[in-house]
Protein backbone atom coordinates (compact mmCIF):
# COMPACT_ATOMS: atom_id res chain seq x y z
CA UNK A 1 0.00 0.00 0.00
CA UNK A 2 1.20 3.69 -0.86
CA UNK A 3 1.28 5.64 2.41
CA UNK A 4 0.29 9.35 2.39
CA UNK A 5 3.85 11.56 1.65
CA UNK A 6 5.52 13.38 4.60
CA UNK A 7 3.81 17.02 4.18
CA UNK A 8 7.28 18.13 4.62
CA UNK A 9 8.85 16.24 1.68
CA UNK A 10 10.50 19.43 -0.42
CA UNK A 11 12.08 19.11 -3.59
CA UNK A 12 15.90 20.82 -3.41
CA UNK A 13 15.31 23.05 -7.04
CA UNK A 14 18.54 22.78 -8.43
CA UNK A 15 19.74 26.11 -10.57
CA UNK A 16 20.27 25.36 -14.17
CA UNK A 17 23.31 26.53 -15.25
CA UNK A 18 22.00 26.90 -19.05
CA UNK A 19 18.31 27.09 -19.98
CA UNK A 20 17.11 26.00 -23.31
CA UNK A 21 17.30 30.13 -25.36
CA UNK A 22 14.15 31.02 -26.07
CA UNK A 23 14.41 31.63 -29.76
CA UNK A 24 15.80 27.62 -29.80
CA UNK A 25 12.47 26.65 -27.72
CA UNK A 26 10.30 28.63 -29.81
CA UNK A 27 11.86 26.45 -32.96
CA UNK A 28 11.66 22.92 -30.57
CA UNK A 29 7.90 23.59 -30.00
CA UNK A 30 6.51 24.93 -33.23
CA UNK A 31 5.76 21.79 -34.42
CA UNK A 32 7.26 18.66 -32.08
CA UNK A 33 5.72 15.29 -33.24
CA UNK A 34 5.61 13.17 -30.59
CA UNK A 35 8.16 11.83 -28.15
CA UNK A 36 10.92 14.11 -29.88
CA UNK A 37 11.55 17.11 -28.26
CA UNK A 38 12.15 17.00 -24.86
CA UNK A 39 12.40 20.14 -22.01
CA UNK A 40 15.26 21.33 -19.99
CA UNK A 41 14.25 19.85 -16.56
CA UNK A 42 13.74 16.74 -14.80
CA UNK A 43 12.52 15.30 -11.19
CA UNK A 44 15.16 12.89 -9.45
CA UNK A 45 13.80 10.89 -6.48
CA UNK A 46 15.97 8.51 -5.00
CA UNK A 47 14.83 4.94 -2.93
CA UNK A 48 17.62 3.37 -0.93
CA UNK A 49 16.58 -0.07 1.35
CA UNK A 50 16.25 0.99 4.87
CA UNK A 51 16.07 4.98 4.39
CA UNK A 52 13.27 5.02 1.76
CA UNK A 53 12.45 8.08 -0.75
CA UNK A 54 14.96 10.85 -0.39
CA UNK A 55 16.73 13.30 -1.96
CA UNK A 56 13.86 14.98 -4.50
CA UNK A 57 15.37 17.25 -6.88
CA UNK A 58 13.92 19.35 -9.44
CA UNK A 59 16.74 20.24 -11.20
CA UNK A 60 18.11 20.86 -15.10
CA UNK A 61 17.62 17.66 -17.93
CA UNK A 62 21.15 16.10 -17.95
CA UNK A 63 21.91 12.64 -18.48
CA UNK A 64 22.58 10.20 -15.84
CA UNK A 65 25.83 8.43 -14.72
CA UNK A 66 25.13 4.98 -15.03
CA UNK A 67 26.78 1.74 -13.10
CA UNK A 68 27.55 -0.74 -16.24
CA UNK A 69 26.24 -3.18 -13.48
CA UNK A 70 22.94 -1.05 -13.08
CA UNK A 71 20.49 -3.89 -12.28
CA UNK A 72 17.99 -2.07 -15.24
CA UNK A 73 20.72 -3.11 -17.61
CA UNK A 74 20.37 -6.73 -16.93
CA UNK A 75 16.90 -7.86 -15.52
CA UNK A 76 14.91 -5.28 -16.67
CA UNK A 77 13.47 -3.74 -13.50
CA UNK A 78 12.14 -0.56 -14.94
CA UNK A 79 8.51 0.83 -14.80
CA UNK A 80 7.17 3.90 -16.34
CA UNK A 81 4.03 6.28 -16.72
CA UNK A 82 2.35 8.71 -19.78
CA UNK A 83 0.29 11.53 -18.64
CA UNK A 84 -0.52 15.02 -20.56
CA UNK A 85 -0.50 18.22 -18.66
CA UNK A 86 -3.19 20.30 -21.11
CA UNK A 87 -3.83 24.03 -21.86
CA UNK A 88 -7.21 25.02 -20.16
CA UNK A 89 -9.11 27.60 -22.33
CA UNK A 90 -8.50 30.13 -19.79
CA UNK A 91 -4.76 29.72 -20.31
CA UNK A 92 -3.76 27.86 -17.41
CA UNK A 93 -2.77 24.14 -17.30
CA UNK A 94 -4.23 20.71 -15.83
CA UNK A 95 -2.98 17.42 -15.49
CA UNK A 96 -6.04 14.47 -16.05
CA UNK A 97 -6.76 12.00 -13.32
CA UNK A 98 -3.08 11.72 -12.32
CA UNK A 99 -3.63 9.71 -8.64
CA UNK A 100 -4.95 7.22 -11.29
CA UNK A 101 -1.31 7.05 -13.20
CA UNK A 102 0.06 7.20 -9.69
CA UNK A 103 -1.93 4.46 -8.32
CA UNK A 104 -0.98 2.37 -11.77
CA UNK A 105 2.25 2.83 -11.60
CA UNK A 106 2.66 1.94 -8.09
CA UNK A 107 1.01 -1.57 -9.04
CA UNK A 108 3.57 -1.67 -11.80
CA UNK A 109 6.12 -1.23 -9.12
CA UNK A 110 4.85 -4.16 -7.09
CA UNK A 111 4.70 -6.60 -10.11
CA UNK A 112 8.34 -5.84 -10.35
CA UNK A 113 9.18 -6.36 -7.30
CA UNK A 114 10.03 -2.58 -7.10
CA UNK A 115 9.58 0.09 -4.03
CA UNK A 116 6.16 2.16 -3.83
CA UNK A 117 6.34 5.36 -3.90
CA UNK A 118 3.13 7.50 -2.24
CA UNK A 119 0.93 8.73 -5.02
CA UNK A 120 0.96 12.51 -3.53
CA UNK A 121 4.53 12.70 -4.39
CA UNK A 122 4.02 11.30 -7.97
CA UNK A 123 1.29 13.87 -8.46
CA UNK A 124 3.51 16.78 -7.03
CA UNK A 125 6.43 15.55 -9.02
CA UNK A 126 4.55 15.84 -12.08
CA UNK A 127 3.08 19.19 -11.01
CA UNK A 128 6.05 20.80 -10.13
CA UNK A 129 7.92 19.71 -13.52
CA UNK A 130 4.86 20.77 -15.73
CA UNK A 131 4.99 23.92 -13.89
CA UNK A 132 8.59 24.18 -14.30
CA UNK A 133 8.27 23.86 -18.02
CA UNK A 134 5.10 25.71 -18.71
CA UNK A 135 6.98 27.66 -21.41
CA UNK A 136 7.44 24.78 -23.46
CA UNK A 137 3.81 24.26 -24.34
CA UNK A 138 3.93 23.25 -27.59
CA UNK A 139 2.29 25.46 -30.47
CA UNK A 140 0.34 23.15 -32.12
CA UNK A 141 -3.64 22.47 -32.17
CA UNK A 142 -4.25 20.19 -29.72
CA UNK A 143 -0.52 19.93 -28.13
CA UNK A 144 0.59 19.10 -24.68
CA UNK A 145 3.26 18.10 -22.18
CA UNK A 146 3.77 14.88 -22.02
CA UNK A 147 5.27 13.76 -18.49
CA UNK A 148 6.81 10.88 -18.54
CA UNK A 149 7.75 9.56 -14.70
CA UNK A 150 9.30 6.37 -14.78
CA UNK A 151 11.38 3.92 -12.31
CA UNK A 152 14.57 2.25 -12.55
CA UNK A 153 17.18 -0.31 -10.53
CA UNK A 154 20.34 1.65 -10.12
CA UNK A 155 22.10 -0.99 -7.96
CA UNK A 156 25.01 -2.20 -9.23
CA UNK A 157 24.52 -5.92 -8.62
CA UNK A 158 24.46 -9.19 -11.13
CA UNK A 159 22.88 -11.83 -8.62
CA UNK A 160 18.98 -11.79 -9.39
CA UNK A 161 16.88 -10.47 -6.58
CA UNK A 162 15.38 -7.29 -6.27
CA UNK A 163 17.72 -4.12 -6.21
CA UNK A 164 18.01 -1.98 -3.61
CA UNK A 165 18.20 1.28 -5.02
CA UNK A 166 16.52 2.44 -7.27
CA UNK A 167 15.77 6.16 -8.82
CA UNK A 168 12.56 7.77 -10.23
CA UNK A 169 12.49 10.36 -12.43
CA UNK A 170 10.14 12.48 -14.59
CA UNK A 171 11.23 13.96 -17.79
CA UNK A 172 8.85 16.04 -20.36
CA UNK A 173 7.83 16.59 -23.93
CA UNK A 174 6.08 18.87 -25.56
CA UNK A 175 3.92 16.50 -27.79
CA UNK A 176 1.35 16.74 -30.79
CA UNK A 177 -0.67 14.24 -32.14
CA UNK A 178 1.07 10.09 -31.76
CA UNK A 179 -0.03 9.05 -35.31
CA UNK A 180 1.11 10.94 -37.98
CA UNK A 181 -2.06 13.33 -39.49
CA UNK A 182 -3.23 12.94 -43.10
CA UNK A 183 -4.94 9.54 -42.62
CA UNK A 184 -8.58 9.98 -40.81
CA UNK A 185 -8.26 6.35 -39.28
CA UNK A 186 -5.53 3.93 -38.26
CA UNK A 187 -5.24 0.49 -39.92
CA UNK A 188 -4.24 -2.39 -37.60
CA UNK A 189 -1.89 -5.63 -38.76
CA UNK A 190 -3.25 -8.72 -36.60
CA UNK A 191 0.19 -10.38 -35.45
CA UNK A 192 0.10 -14.16 -35.91
CA UNK A 193 3.39 -15.34 -34.70
CA UNK A 194 3.76 -12.84 -31.78
CA UNK A 195 1.82 -12.45 -28.58
CA UNK A 196 2.09 -9.67 -25.56
CA UNK A 197 0.96 -10.89 -22.21
CA UNK A 198 0.26 -14.82 -20.94
CA UNK A 199 -1.48 -15.16 -17.96
CA UNK A 200 0.33 -14.87 -15.27
CA UNK A 201 3.11 -12.90 -16.56
CA UNK A 202 3.21 -8.88 -16.60
CA UNK A 203 0.84 -7.41 -19.36
CA UNK A 204 -1.19 -5.40 -16.85
CA UNK A 205 2.19 -3.89 -15.56
CA UNK A 206 3.62 -0.70 -17.51
CA UNK A 207 6.78 -2.02 -17.54
CA UNK A 208 9.39 -1.34 -20.78
CA UNK A 209 9.83 -5.19 -21.17
CA UNK A 210 6.73 -5.38 -22.63
CA UNK A 211 7.51 -2.73 -25.00
CA UNK A 212 10.66 -4.35 -25.82
CA UNK A 213 8.95 -7.11 -26.99
CA UNK A 214 6.18 -5.23 -28.84
CA UNK A 215 9.17 -4.07 -31.49
CA UNK A 216 9.29 -6.38 -33.78
CA UNK A 217 5.57 -7.50 -33.98
CA UNK A 218 5.55 -3.26 -34.83
CA UNK A 219 8.09 -3.18 -37.07
CA UNK A 220 5.85 -6.33 -38.84
CA UNK A 221 3.21 -4.44 -39.08
CA UNK A 222 4.51 -1.36 -40.25
CA UNK A 223 6.94 -3.24 -42.89
CA UNK A 224 3.05 -4.36 -44.17
CA UNK A 225 1.96 -0.47 -44.40
CA UNK A 226 0.22 -0.32 -41.31
CA UNK A 227 -0.08 1.64 -38.31
CA UNK A 228 -0.22 -0.56 -35.17
CA UNK A 229 -0.12 -3.91 -34.28
CA UNK A 230 -3.03 -5.63 -32.35
CA UNK A 231 -2.50 -9.02 -30.21
CA UNK A 232 -4.62 -11.96 -29.72
CA UNK A 233 -4.24 -13.42 -26.31
CA UNK A 234 -1.30 -16.38 -25.54
CA UNK A 235 -3.49 -18.95 -24.16
CA UNK A 236 -6.03 -19.49 -27.53
CA UNK A 237 -5.04 -17.03 -29.91
CA UNK A 238 -7.87 -16.17 -30.40
CA UNK A 239 -9.01 -13.06 -28.29
CA UNK A 240 -8.59 -9.56 -29.14
CA UNK A 241 -6.19 -7.87 -26.07
CA UNK A 242 -4.81 -4.69 -27.18
CA UNK A 243 -2.89 -2.61 -29.99
CA UNK A 244 1.01 -2.24 -29.20
CA UNK A 245 0.73 0.78 -27.01
CA UNK A 246 -3.18 1.44 -26.22
CA UNK A 247 -6.60 -0.45 -25.28
CA UNK A 248 -8.98 -1.13 -27.96
CA UNK A 249 -12.87 -0.11 -28.51
CA UNK A 250 -15.82 -1.72 -30.41
CA UNK A 251 -19.18 -0.34 -31.27
CA UNK A 252 -22.11 -2.33 -32.64
CA UNK A 253 -25.01 -0.86 -34.63
CA UNK A 254 -27.56 -2.34 -31.48
CA UNK A 255 -25.72 -0.03 -29.56
CA UNK A 256 -23.95 -2.12 -27.53
CA UNK A 257 -19.94 -0.98 -26.91
CA UNK A 258 -17.29 -3.56 -26.14
CA UNK A 259 -13.59 -3.71 -24.55
CA UNK A 260 -11.79 -6.38 -23.62
CA UNK A 261 -11.72 -7.48 -19.98
CA UNK A 262 -8.96 -6.53 -17.16
CA UNK A 263 -7.60 -10.16 -17.17
CA UNK A 264 -4.23 -9.45 -15.86
CA UNK A 265 -3.01 -9.82 -19.57
CA UNK A 266 -4.14 -6.39 -20.71
CA UNK A 267 -3.05 -2.63 -20.05
CA UNK A 268 -5.28 -1.04 -17.24
CA UNK A 269 -5.52 2.22 -19.58
CA UNK A 270 -6.80 5.81 -17.70
CA UNK A 271 -8.18 6.93 -20.89
CA UNK A 272 -10.16 3.26 -21.05
CA UNK A 273 -11.31 3.83 -18.19
CA UNK A 274 -12.94 7.42 -18.39
CA UNK A 275 -14.09 6.37 -22.00
CA UNK A 276 -15.87 3.22 -20.34
CA UNK A 277 -17.59 5.74 -17.17
CA UNK A 278 -18.51 8.58 -20.41
CA UNK A 279 -20.28 5.91 -22.44
CA UNK A 280 -21.84 4.27 -19.61
CA UNK A 281 -23.50 8.02 -18.46
CA UNK A 282 -24.29 8.28 -21.68
CA UNK A 283 -26.63 5.13 -21.49
CA UNK A 284 -24.84 3.32 -23.11
CA UNK A 285 -24.49 -0.73 -23.30
CA UNK A 286 -21.26 -0.96 -22.16
CA UNK A 287 -19.36 -3.85 -21.69
CA UNK A 288 -16.26 -5.42 -20.86
CA UNK A 289 -16.10 -8.75 -22.43
CA UNK A 290 -13.81 -11.00 -24.73
CA UNK A 291 -14.36 -10.35 -28.57
CA UNK A 292 -12.71 -13.10 -30.92
CA UNK A 293 -10.73 -12.10 -33.80
CA UNK A 294 -13.07 -14.22 -35.93
CA UNK A 295 -16.26 -12.20 -34.52
CA UNK A 296 -14.34 -8.90 -35.60
CA UNK A 297 -14.23 -10.02 -39.01
CA UNK A 298 -17.94 -11.61 -39.31
CA UNK A 299 -19.17 -8.50 -37.56
CA UNK A 300 -17.18 -5.94 -39.94
CA UNK A 301 -18.24 -7.93 -42.72
CA UNK A 302 -22.15 -7.92 -41.77
CA UNK A 303 -22.20 -4.44 -40.78
CA UNK A 304 -23.25 -5.07 -37.32
CA UNK A 305 -19.79 -3.38 -36.22
CA UNK A 306 -20.14 -0.23 -37.03
CA UNK A 307 -16.92 1.60 -35.31
CA UNK A 308 -13.89 0.63 -33.76
CA UNK A 309 -10.97 2.77 -31.69
CA UNK A 310 -7.80 2.60 -29.91
CA UNK A 311 -7.53 4.92 -27.11
CA UNK A 312 -4.57 5.77 -24.49
CA UNK A 313 -2.92 9.07 -23.35
CA UNK A 314 -0.46 9.08 -26.17
CA UNK A 315 -3.37 8.62 -28.73
CA UNK A 316 -6.29 9.94 -27.08
CA UNK A 317 -9.28 8.29 -29.16
CA UNK A 318 -8.05 7.06 -33.09
CA UNK A 319 -10.50 5.33 -35.03
CA UNK A 320 -9.24 2.13 -36.32
CA UNK A 321 -10.58 1.73 -40.11
CA UNK A 322 -8.65 -1.23 -41.37
CA UNK A 323 -7.92 -4.47 -40.24
CA UNK A 324 -5.67 -7.00 -41.85
CA UNK A 325 -3.45 -10.28 -40.90
CA UNK A 326 -2.45 -13.28 -42.56
CA UNK A 327 -6.11 -14.10 -43.40
CA UNK A 328 -6.59 -11.17 -45.31
CA UNK A 329 -7.94 -7.99 -44.02
CA UNK A 330 -11.25 -5.65 -43.87
CA UNK A 331 -12.97 -2.83 -42.99
CA UNK A 332 -14.38 -1.22 -40.33
CA UNK A 333 -17.76 0.97 -41.38
CA UNK A 334 -16.78 3.31 -43.71
CA UNK A 335 -13.54 2.88 -43.28
CA UNK A 336 -12.97 6.41 -41.36
CA UNK A 337 -14.09 8.02 -38.23
CA UNK A 338 -17.46 7.06 -36.99
CA UNK A 339 -19.94 8.93 -35.15
CA UNK A 340 -19.83 7.33 -31.78
CA UNK A 341 -15.72 7.51 -31.58
CA UNK A 342 -15.68 11.49 -32.88
CA UNK A 343 -18.57 12.35 -29.81
CA UNK A 344 -16.37 10.31 -27.34
CA UNK A 345 -13.16 11.82 -28.58
CA UNK A 346 -15.41 15.06 -28.03
CA UNK A 347 -16.44 14.87 -25.11
CA UNK A 348 -13.10 13.45 -22.98
CA UNK A 349 -10.88 16.39 -25.11
CA UNK A 350 -13.56 18.91 -24.01
CA UNK A 351 -13.33 17.58 -20.03
CA UNK A 352 -9.46 17.72 -20.38
CA UNK A 353 -9.19 20.84 -22.03
CA UNK A 354 -11.95 22.75 -19.36
CA UNK A 355 -14.32 23.38 -21.93
CA UNK A 356 -17.06 20.80 -20.54
CA UNK A 357 -18.23 20.32 -16.95
CA UNK A 358 -15.48 18.13 -15.00
CA UNK A 359 -18.31 15.94 -13.18
CA UNK A 360 -15.91 13.40 -12.04
CA UNK A 361 -13.28 15.53 -10.53
CA UNK A 362 -10.75 14.66 -13.02
CA UNK A 363 -9.41 17.61 -13.51
CA UNK A 364 -6.73 18.66 -11.45
CA UNK A 365 -5.49 22.62 -12.22
CA UNK A 366 -1.72 23.67 -12.34
C1 LIG B 1 0.86 6.43 -23.47
O1 LIG B 1 -0.18 6.43 -24.12
O2 LIG B 1 1.13 7.32 -22.66
C2 LIG B 1 1.84 5.36 -23.59
O3 LIG B 1 2.63 5.17 -22.70
C3 LIG B 1 1.87 4.54 -24.82
C4 LIG B 1 3.05 4.76 -25.68
C5 LIG B 1 2.73 4.11 -26.98
C6 LIG B 1 3.44 6.16 -25.92
Known sequence: MATLADPNTQFTQLPHPSPVADADRERLIADPGFGKVFTDHMVVIEWTEGQGWHSHTLGPREPLSLDPAAAVLHYAQEIFEGLKAYRLDDGTMALFRPEENARRFNASARRLAMPELPEDVFVEAVRQLALADRDWFPKVPGGSLYLRPFMFA???????????HYKFLVICSPAGNYFKSGSPAVSIWVSGAYTRAAPGGTGAAKCGGNYAASLVPQAEAIARGHDQVVFLDAAEHKWVEELGGMNVFFAFDDGRVVTPPLTGTILPGVTRDSLLKLAREDGLDVREERYSLDQWRADAESGKLVECFACGTAAVVTPIGRVAGEDGEFTIGSGG?????????????AIQRGAAEDRHGWVVRL
Open 154 to 164: DEPFLGVRPAK
Open 337 to 349: PGQLTSKLRERLV
